[in-house]
């Protein structure tokens, strides 16, 4: 037998599209709430009650801390025991978006903190609202520079959605690794995944790049 049969990667590729797509929806839809999710405790975090801060920050250091699978499991498999049934893929998908939303909320405070503090004192001088001085003036500062760490966060979970495979999500390795043990044979398959994932990557560090340098030429930041 050859070491490597291009049958069995014809024969693979329906497999892997179908878990391509489940991996693809759980990584965008995770990052969407990791984007969103991430700005609000950065936010929080910058509340000047001391009380408020300290606490998000516990929150944010508590989810940091903690194993993403172990967080999968305790969402899934505890819940139901304390009442809290939730399907897989919507727990999937929530515990991923809320353990990145912790990464994400420190790359918006390091970006928030960069901004110079000459602009704070110019809105408060315009007597600008908190409000409005968050969204036209210092958020437009804060998010271009830290794009390309979000970028890295959206690489990551991609990179950790086979961890869903531990509630009976069929995304793309554990396609992959069904299909070779119903064929006795993994190096195609496991191949071909391994292949996709670096395909993602190297897309999404363009795109991220792109976006990056379009931000920072709109704002006038470079």
């Not at 606490?55 to 967080?71: C, D, K, N, Y």
């Not at 609202?129 to 991609?158: C, D, E, H, K």
């Not at 994932?197 to 976006?211: C, K, M, P, R």
Request: charged share 10%; with cysteine.
């Amino acid at each position: 037998m050859s070491i490597w049969d291009w049958s069995y990667v014809w024969e693979a590729l329906p497999y892997l599209y179908r878990g391509a797509i489940v991996t693809l929806q759980a990584t965008l839809l995770g990052f969407a709430i990791a984007l969103v999710l991430g700005l609000v405790f950065a936010l929080i975090r910058q509340s000047p009650n001391r009380y408020i801060s300290t606490a998000m920050a516990e929150i944010v250091e508590f989810i940091r801390s903690t194993p993403l699978l172990l967080q999968v499991f305790f969402v899934y498999f505890v819940g139901p025991q304390v009442g809290i049934v939730i399907p897989a893929w919507t727990a999937g998908i929530g515990v991923l978006g809320i353990h990145y939303a912790a990464y994400c909320s420190e790359v918006y405070r390091g970006g928030i903190e960069n901004v110079d503090g000459g602009q704070w004192e110019a809105c408060t001088a315009l007597n600008l609202s908190r409000a409005r001085t968050w969204r036209a003036i210092i958020l437009p500062q804060a998010i271009p520079p830290i794009v390309p760490g979000l970028g890295n966060y959206l690489i990551g979970m991609f990179k950790d959605t086979p961890i869903l495979a531990a509630i009976a999500i069929l995304e793309m390795l554990q396609q992959a690794r069904n299909f070779g043990a119903g064929h006795y044979r993994f190096i195609e398959v496991i191949t071909m995944a391994g292949f996709f994932y670096l395909v993602f990557g190297l897309v999404a560090s363009a795109i991220v790049q792109s976006v990056s340098f379009w931000l920072q030429r709109r704002y006038h930041l470079q």
